[in-house]
């Protein structure tokens, strides 16, 4: 469900660029200060530059403020595993003696 409500959000949101990118075609001149040059574009492309830069510049400072707690959550898998099969050799030594005490009962 929530697959099918993201997509639905994706696409609105495509629209809605789509929408202001032909809404806004007027052109500016974009004067890069400590250059020389000016560059004529469409209006909407600084605008969507800005935006994509920013998302960006979010999702990498999300990706490493989260990086401890995917770090915590590798050293816990890891422990985990070790601990599944330490349980397994347990079991399995377990079994071991049930068979050899049974063996020397039966004797």
């Not at 629209?15 to 890069?32: C, G, P, W």
């Not at 050799?89 to 020397?104: S, V, W």
């Amino acid at each position: 469900m929530t697959k099918i409500i993201s997509w639905i959000a994706m696409l609105v949101i495509g629209v809605l660029v789509i929408l202001f990118a032909v809404s806004n075609r007027t052109e500016v001149v974009l004067d890069i200060w400590p250059l020389p040059f000016q560059l004529p574009v469409p209006f909407y492309a600084p605008v969507l530059a800005a935006a994509f830069l920013g998302f960006v510049g979010g999702a990498i400072v999300a990706w490493f403020s989260a990086g401890a707690v995917r770090r915590r959550a590798r050293t816990a898998s890891r422990k985990a595993n070790d601990l599944e099969k330490d349980l397994e050799n347990l079991k399995d030594k377990i079994a071991e003696l049930d068979g050899a005490k049974k063996q020397k009962s039966e004797a």
